[in-house]
């Protein structure tokens, strides 16, 4: 069964230093995510990627953050400068259609000294 | 008034019992309802997907919207050590371009003994 993978499964780094996050969505799904768990707190939604353009943000989505798809299968999370409070697991999810449900990776666990 | 409330918990119960968890939510606007398990530092899997109000099975599992109460319910009968893991309502929120994103529930850990 097709399924979401992410790489590391874990990362550790010192503050200030830049992260890049990857992951490989369904091979025929459209729309790709990325999420954030804080420990101990609520799934959150960061970003949605669309036909090669971030389609929509939340708030904690800043310039710090940044998302690609280099090439026909990674998606990427950046975080150019982190902070203690980036410290968190974050999921990537693609889905396939409009109204499609969203499958999930099983996540990078990142944590910032 | 928080989007979507869901009980942490956490639930304890007996194996073979019937497991009700629960979730309410505040927007009227919501139409897709999702259940997802997630075990221990793993990703959310999605176990059911309900359109709307009314019921679905799948197998042990029953999920149920109630629209008019902004109430949904997922029904696990003959529980299974198997099943402890923690259970994730969400919502499927609809940008105005068209675009979504799910909105989550703080999860309820469920630990069924054998």
């Known amino acids: 069964e097709p399924e979401v993978t992410q790489t590391p499964s874990h990362q550790v780094t010192q503050m200030g230093q830049e992260v890049i996050l990857r992951c490989v969505p369904i091979s025929n799904h459209l729309y790709f995510y990325w999420y954030r768990q804080i420990l101990g707190q609520k799934v959150e939604f960061l970003v949605s990627?669309?036909?090669?353009?971030?389609?929509?943000k939340s708030e904690i989505f800043d310039d710090q953050f940044s998302v690609e798809r280099p090439d026909g299968s990674n998606f990427t999370l950046k975080i150019r400068s982190t902070k203690l409070e980036d410290s968190a697991m974050y999921f990537c999810a693609s889905r396939a259609g409009e109204i499609e449900t969203q499958y999930f990776g099983p996540g990078t666990r990142l944590l910032v000294l | 008034q928080k989007e979507v409330e869901q009980d942490p918990g956490p639930l304890s119960v007996p194996e073979g019992a019937i497991v009700s968890l629960n979730c309410t939510y505040s927007n009227s606007a919501f139409q897709y309802f999702m259940w997802y398990r997630q075990y221990s530092r793993k990703g959310p899997e999605l176990l059911m997907y309900t359109y709307s109000s009314g019921n679905k099975e799948d197998g042990r599992f029953t999920a149920q919207v109630d629209k008019s109460s902004k109430y949904i319910s997922l029904f696990i009968r003959d529980s299974q050590p198997s099943d402890s893991a923690t259970y994730l309502c969400?919502?499927?929120?609809?940008?105005?371009?068209?675009?979504?994103?799910?909105?989550f529930g703080a999860g309820t850990r469920l630990a069924v003994h054998p």
């Open positions: 969400a919502m499927i929120y609809m940008f105005s371009g068209g675009y979504n994103k799910l909105i």
């Open positions: 990627f669309y036909n090669n353009e971030i389609s929509e």
